[in-house]
């Protein structure tokens, strides 16, 4: 079986070379475009990526059965051309929840005891007390979270045992059975804004959840909360929360993710004060290195006759005749 395996910063230090080349015949790619993917991909029947996969790269590449990236977002591979083409697309799940879910507490405790609005104080030679009657601890407060999922269901696990913080939730697809087991209590999206001190967002990127936070959402918030985004930038209406933030109207905000990626040195989001930004780190090198290796055995277990896991196009695993030959 030929593999293919995509990655830039990743392409010449592919600790798992060993293991993939005993069972398979292994290519690897750091492609400039689409063009070069495709003509690269021809052959193979698996392919390993970091890097966007279109439909015209699954068109060409007839022999190809499945995409395993090495992320929990997959928003970058063309779904519609995975399905017209029988090839499953699978991710690395729970791989980074925790890494994601320390970052998202980190930007919490930053804004709410401003931390970084101090350390700016300080490297310029002051000294004293920043926005101090803003100032507040999070021990107590309630916790809002937009999406339960691995990395929510771990914020609220960390909100409730380590701040006592009561935890609302939103989420459609989990039970309230679910909920209970993470100490959270399901409500709608407005009552979140509306009832949360701290409000942290945690869904994947969909046409359904694409700008799912908008302005309405903001306007509900105390003039106390503070918002957290480390999900994906389009999550967000990003210029609503901006104007949101230039009036002042929230307490600040953390974000590991933008609209346009890396953010434009002329986003107002450099220069607010009451907000704390951060190059999407929500994945530690450690974490990366974990959920690589978890891409990887994955892969393996395929190889070797196996069903693949995290499989995120279940329909097309069973209905296609790449993986059932009729």
């Known amino acids: 079986m030929k593999v293919l395996f995509v990655a ?3 392409a010449q230090e592919l600790e798992e070379k060993a293991a993939l080349e005993n069972v398979a015949e292994l290519d690897m790619i750091v492609p400039e475009n689409q063009e070069q993917l495709a003509e690269k991909a021809k052959d193979a029947e698996i392919v390993i990526t970091s890097y966007p996969v279109s439909a015209q790269v699954m068109r060409a590449a007839k022999k190809l059965k499945m995409i395993q990236v090495t992320s929990v977002g997959y928003e970058n591979i063309d779904m519609d051309g995975a ?16 890494s994601v879910a320390e970052l998202a507490f980190g930007l919490i405790i930053d804004l709410a005891r401003r931390v970084s609005a101090h350390d700016r104080l300080m490297r310029a030679g002051g000294w004293g007390r920043v926005e101090f009657e803003r100032q507040t601890e999070i021990h107590g407060k ?18 409730h045992l380590a701040f006592h913080m009561p935890v609302i939730a939103c989420d459609p697809y989990i039970t309230e059975e679910r909920a209970d087991q993470f100490y959270a209590k399901l409500v709608d999206m407005d009552t979140v804004f509306r009832e949360a001190d701290v409000i942290t967002v945690h869904v994947p990127l969909s046409e359904e959840t694409h700008h799912l ?6 306007d509900l918030m105390k003039p106390s909360a503070i ?3 480390s999900a994906r930038g389009p999550v967000v209406d990003e210029e609503a929360l901006i104007a949101t933030l230039k009036a002042n109207k929230i307490a600040g905000a953390g974000l590991d993710v933008f609209e346009v990626e890396p953010l434009p040195k002329d986003s107002p989001l450099r220069s607010l004060e009451n907000v704390v930004v951060v190059p999407h780190i929500g994945s530690s090198w450690p974490t990366l290195q974990h959920m690589r290796k978890v891409a990887v055995e994955n892969v393996i277990r395929v190889i070797r006759g196996m069903e693949p896991l995290r499989v995120k196009n279940p329909e097309v695993y069973y209905s296609s005749p790449k993986w059932f030959p009729k």
């Open 8 to 10: 830039g910063r990743w």
């Open 83 to 98: 399905a017209e083409n029988g090839i499953v697309v699978c991710n690395v799940a729970e791989a980074n929840a925790d």
């Open 142 to 159: 309630t916790l809002g979270i937009i999406g339960l999922g691995a990395i929510g269901s771990r914020m609220a696990q960390i909100g």
């Open 213 to 218: 936070v908008k302005k309405r959402h903001f």
């Open 227 to 229: 918002f957290i985004s």
